[in-house]
């Protein structure tokens, strides 16, 4: 059976939250987790979607676009608990 552009889309996020784990402390607070998942989003995902259609790199939005799901999962996994999503 083939991949589908999702299979491969998940499995590029899950790559992304390991590499990020590996780089990165936990995240401490929603504040924290709010503001990289922000400057993932908007910041840099953003400046590819806000660049005319003709000369997006395409690549590069994908990349970001990941990186905007990874930081969803690491928040979910590390601020969504007792710990630390109360601080």
């Given at each position: 059976m083939r991949a589908t552009p999702y299979d491969i889309a998940i499995a590029d996020v899950a790559s992304e939250v390991d590499s990020a784990v590996r780089a990165w402390p936990p995240?401490?607070?929603?504040?924290?987790?709010?503001?990289?998942?922000?400057e993932?989003?908007?910041?840099?995902?953003g400046a590819h979607v806000w660049t005319k259609q003709k000369n997006?790199?395409?690549?590069?939005?994908?990349k970001e676009a990941i990186?905007?799901?990874?930081?969803a999962i690491r928040f979910a996994a590390e601020v969504c608990t007792e710990e630390r999503g109360r601080r």
């Open positions: 995240m401490n607070s929603a504040h924290e987790g709010f503001g990289v998942i922000y993932e989003f908007i910041v840099e995902l997006r790199d395409l690549a590069a939005m994908r990186q905007v799901a990874a930081m």
